[in-house]
């Protein structure tokens, strides 16, 4: 599979709770791919974590520092990477994120809310209606998702290892002649 990516860069995107991480670092193995999550590479950047980026700087100085990392991994090839779930937010993040296969982890809302339950490191969710603000965040991204190359919508019952196999399955099927070639 690694020779068909031919080092082209695997991006992960969806919102918060899908999975990314876990599934990024499966794929990251089966590939033989270095694996990044653009949040934790900003959380050791910045020396705090996204609630207290967002409590100190706000939401557009985290989003800026998502884009500069953003910028800087996708110099690399060879990697799978896990982006925050609001990357897809800033149309120059598109010019990098196309450098590689972008893979939409889509799930229902119900799901990520169960996953979610007890996480309290997720700023956006800081709310007195999490579902609401979940559904609300979801509908306005899903135009976004949606320009991915292609699109896995993970199941409740389903393991993060068989999410993986489902996207190793899928990738050849979206393979671009252009993607044979890494973007230098």
């Known amino acids: 599979?690694?020779?068909l990516l031919k080092g082209v860069n695997l991006y992960l995107i969806g919102?918060?709770?899908v999975?990314?991480?876990?599934?990024?670092?499966?794929l990251a193995?089966?590939?033989?791919?270095?694996?990044?999550?653009?949040?934790?590479?900003?959380?050791?950047?910045?020396?705090k974590s996204i609630n207290e980026l967002f409590a100190d700087k706000g939401e557009a100085a985290f989003r800026q520092l998502e884009s500069d990392v953003l910028a800087q991994v996708c110099a690399f090839t060879k990697l799978t990477i896990a982006t925050g779930g609001g990357i897809v937010l800033?149309?120059?993040?598109?010019?990098?994120?196309?450098?590689?296969l972008i893979v939409w982890l889509d799930a229902p809302v119900e799901l990520i809310l169960a996953r979610l339950a007890e996480d309290t490191t997720r700023p956006l969710l800081q709310d007195t209606?999490?579902?609401d603000k979940l559904r609300s965040l979801l509908e306005q991204r899903k135009p976004l998702y949606s320009q991915a190359d292609l699109r896995i919508t993970v199941q409740a019952e389903e393991t993060p290892e068989q999410t993986a196999a489902r996207i190793m399955e899928a990738i050849p099927t979206v393979l671009k002649p252009e993607v044979s070639q890494v973007h230098n």
């Open 1 to 3: 599979m690694s020779s």
């Open 15 to 17: 919102m918060m709770g």
């Open 19 to 26: 999975g990314k991480t876990t599934v990024g670092r499966l």
């Open 29 to 47: 193995q089966q590939l033989g791919y270095g694996f990044v999550d653009t949040d934790n590479v900003i959380v050791q950047a910045a020396g």
């Open 90 to 100: 800033k149309r120059e993040n598109w010019g990098y994120l196309h450098h590689g």
């Open 129 to 131: 209606d999490p579902q």
